[in-house]
């Protein structure tokens, strides 16, 4: 019996607690996303495409093991045989491709988004997101680096060839919501672009993303989708009300090459400029949300911070979900698809770990992502060998050691950050040979 069927024969019987499970593993979505995209398997093979979607998740989950070694660990091969030569494994992958993949990670993103399965904190009526861009290296094959390119630094090319990826993340639990990914000579603003925005939403950017065209697009694909973002030094504006101390209503001015571009964008447009002092430093903050009665400028300021939340989730994925490691694939299709498995891989784990903070009461971050993937995975390496009978006590042991999984509050910090000196070289000490 497969890791799926004893999945799904077991939490049939499963108790009430541990229900959830099921949801993050449902075959229904892995069979609509293979139909959706003409991928389901017709002839009967070794490895079907049901199989092989869960092999590339797998090859996420099992980052150090060998392809061979992650079929046999999740139990994937049909059939009398247990074993299957690597060469079908990379011809199944070869025939998958990467639309399925990408088709599921946005079924799961978009139906716990819109789910009612746990909490979800909020800004006022409005979901907090963030949106930044991220890069993975890969294998130095003639095809993937006519593909992808790679980023040049001062002097030349990167070592290996590299893909770009735009991610859209919920800050209260690591979530990705949606993703783009592209080759090197697509930059971050241009598949952001491509982005779903959710409605009654806030979405927080970093000053790359300061575009009028862009933030103005952003507003309009969703209903109630505002923005917030650090504002440029170089920023002209023209002040159009003052709603207090350092809180405006501004307008800026659209450029020329932007509404040549884009000849539905006026010559103007508006936001709201916020200033504030921060260690004898004036920041300031622009964003869509210009109700001062409802949004006040000291909230919006202290919501900022949460952009990092990004920043951390890419290093849950870089560095503790694939150790650090680079992509293992080949041809620029199987990288695409394989970064998908990624994503889908990183989004069961978070989204098991938000079930468990919310049986806590606890915030999803204050869970240990590091400590909550070794004990998800732990679950999966060793599921095949588990009886239907012994699942359910697996998983309630999971849900009942959620507690050791809860990081400590965040200390305050006592004191203030600064740059700290460069120590200072000592003098190389020269021996002196007395040749007298």
């Known amino acids: 019996m497969s890791l799926l069927e004893n999945l799904s024969t077991t939490l049939s019987y499963s108790a009430e607690s541990v229900a959830h499970f099921s949801e993050l593993i449902d075959i229904q979505w892995i069979e609509a996303s293979l139909t959706k995209t003409g991928k389901a398997s017709i002839r009967k093979r070794k490895l079907p495409a049901e199989q092989v979607v869960w092999l590339v998740i797998g090859l996420a989950l099992f980052r150090n093991q060998p392809i061979w070694y992650v079929v046999q660990q999740l139990d994937l091969v049909q059939g009398e045989s247990n074993y299957c030569y690597p060469s079908a494994t990379v011809q199944a992958r070869q025939r998958l491709g990467q639309e399925p993949l990408a088709e599921l990670f946005r079924t799961l993103s978009q139906s716990w988004l819109e789910g009612s399965l746990v909490k979800q904190e909020k800004y006022q009526d409005l979901q907090v997101f963030a949106v930044d861009g991220v890069i993975w290296a890969m294998p130095h094959t003639p095809d993937n ?12 090319s990167a070592t290996w060839p590299q893909v770009r990826a735009v991610c859209l993340m ?20 241009t598949l952001a672009h491509r982005l779903s925005v959710p409605h009654d939403s806030i979405t927080l950017f970093d000053r790359a993303y300061f575009s009028a065209d862009f933030l103005m697009s952003w507003q309009e694909k969703a209903e109630n989708s505002h923005w917030l973002m650090r504002a440029k030094d170089n920023l002209r504006y023209e002040v159009i009300e003052k709603y207090g101390q350092g809180d405006y209503l501004i307008q800026m001015p659209v450029s020329a090459r932007a509404q040549k571009l884009n000849p539905t964008l006026g010559q103007t447009w508006q936001a709201r400029l916020m200033e504030v002092e921060h260690e004898g430093k004036k920041r300031r903050y622009i964003t869509s949300l210009i109700n001062k009665e409802k949004y006040s400028k000291k909230t919006l300021v202290t919501l900022y911070i949460q952009r990092w939340e990004i920043e951390l989730g890419f290093r849950e994925i870089k560095s503790s979900l694939q150790e650090g490691m680079m992509l293992r694939s080949k041809l620029p299709e ?74 400590p509050k965040k200390r305050e910090r006592t004191y203030p950050r600064v740059v700290k000196p460069k120590p200072q070289k000592y003098p190389i000490k020269k021996c002196q040979l007395d040749l007298n």
């Open 145 to 156: 680096f006519s593909h992808f390119g790679s980023s040049k630094g001062k002097a030349a």
């Open 170 to 189: 919920n800050t209260q639990s690591h979530e990705l919501i949606d993703a783009q990914l592209g080759d090197m000579s697509q930059g971050e603003l």
């Open 334 to 407: 199987l990288v695409y698809q394989e970064i998908w498995g990624v994503l889908i891989a990183y989004n069961l784990i978070r989204r098991q770990m938000k079930i468990m903070a919310n049986t806590l009461e606890v915030s999803p971050l204050r869970m240990s992502f590091h400590v909550c993937s070794l004990a998800i995975i732990n679950l999966l390496r060793f599921a095949p060998l588990l009886s239907a009978g012994t699942l359910p006590k697996q998983l309630q042991s999971l849900m009942n050691q959620a507690s050791m999984f809860v990081l």
